[in-house]
């Protein structure tokens, strides 16, 4: 989807012989590109720029500073969304599932199929249906309904904590429960071949 | 930084695709004419785009043209469906009923099985097929 974005830009005086355009547009997508915007979402990357105010030069650096307010094509998924990806690991608590650009997806144990349980020593989950057993196993692509997101608001860790703890664990910014419990969801293969056998 | 407003429109994944192409060509072509100093310098830019357009390639809306979703939403109209359950259709190009179910909310509801059966015939008529998964026939 697109967001509205109003930010100051500054441009370092190497990059003056390029085009205004071109510059601003190198800047902000250096900035935002591959990140999470709290409560925004995944920014992809700038769609256009709608307005550019007068640059002011600053003491010292030189740089430029404009005023610029553009679109970035941000990635969220709303509520109910059906989308495809791969599974990427299982764990009793549920299924991660990712896509190529975004890895956080989580679908809890509770939002699976009814008859569905977890093979410890495979670490798969599988779907017993009719006497049928359906393995949900890595890479296979799985269709899954967004329920939730979650954002976590990363705060820089004060510099004492850092100094005791080394590995600290951080939540990651944006993270996305899914469920994947109506019929069409799931493993993709489930489906398909029910469709071929029409 | 200031968000003006999160939410301003949607986007069809063939949209973004589209964009993509059309701004990794700019920089291809920049960069043979002027040389690399004003070539994409950011590796976070790069990243996203190369995994956002692997993603996109494999998804339905590769092989999809402007006609085809102007052609699309023409037929559409007349079943009353809502926006965002049109841009699921397009990106997620369903074949089966049961993967229409998913996106439509209250379908036996809202529609009866001849209508059901009647979108599923717009979109295998309008919207080219999936491309083939590069995962299958894999061991």
Redesign the interface.
């Known amino acids: ?8 830009v500054i441009v370092n005086p190497e990059d003056f012989s ?1 085009q205004t355009v ?1 510059a601003l547009e ?1 800047q902000i ?2 900035k935002y ?3 999470v ?1 709290y ?2 979402g995944l920014c ?2 700038l ?1 256009d720029i709608i307005k550019v105010s007068e640059g002011k030069v600053g003491h010292g650096s030189g740089s430029a500073h404009i005023n610029v ?1 553009f ?1 970035l ?1 941000v990635f969220r998924p ?1 509520k ?5 990806g ?1 599974i990427s690991s299982s764990s009793q608590n549920g299924i991660n599932v990712r ?3 975004f890895d956080e997806i989580f679908i809890p144990h509770t939002y699976l199929f009814d008859g569905m349980s977890f093979d410890l020593k495979e670490n798969v989950w599988i779907w017993n249906n009719d006497g049928n057993q359906f393995y949900m196993d890595k ?3 799985i ?1 899954f ?1 967004i329920e939730d997101e979650v954002f976590e608001d990363q705060l820089p860790v004060t510099p004492h904590v850092q100094i005791d703890c080394m590995e600290i664990e951080r939540k990651p910014p944006y993270r996305v429960i899914a469920s994947a419990q ?4 799931g493993l993709v293969a489930w ?2 071949e ?2 071929e056998q029409r | 930084m200031k968000v003006l407003e999160p939410k301003v429109g949607m986007l069809s994944n063939h949209e973004v695709l589209a964009h993509i192409t059309a701004m990794k060509a700019r920089y291809t072509e920049l960069h043979h004419r002027v040389g690399g100093a004003h070539a994409m310098k950011a590796e976070n830019l790069e990243t996203v785009l190369k995994e956002v357009r692997d993603y996109l390639s494999h998804s339905p809306c590769a092989l999809q043209t402007p006609k085809h979703i102007s052609t699309f939403m023409a037929a559409m109209a007349p079943y009353a469906l809502e926006k965002g359950e049109l841009l699921q259709i397009l990106n997620e190009r369903p074949e089966t009923i049961a993967e229409l179910d998913c996106i439509i909310e209250e379908m036996e509801a809202r529609f009866e099985e001849v209508k059901v059966q009647g979108i599923l015939d717009v979109v295998n008529s309008t919207l080219p097929r999936r491309p083939k998964e590069m995962g299958e026939g894999e061991a």
Do not use: H, Y
């Open positions: 989807m697109l967001s509205f974005f109003s930010d100051l390029k071109d190198d997508n250096a590109a591959d990140k915007v409560n925004i992809i990357c769609f307010q679109r094509i709303f109910g969304e059906v989308m495809t791969r896509t190529e650009f890479n296979e692509l269709r309904r109506q019929a069409g969801m489906w398909e029910e469709a």
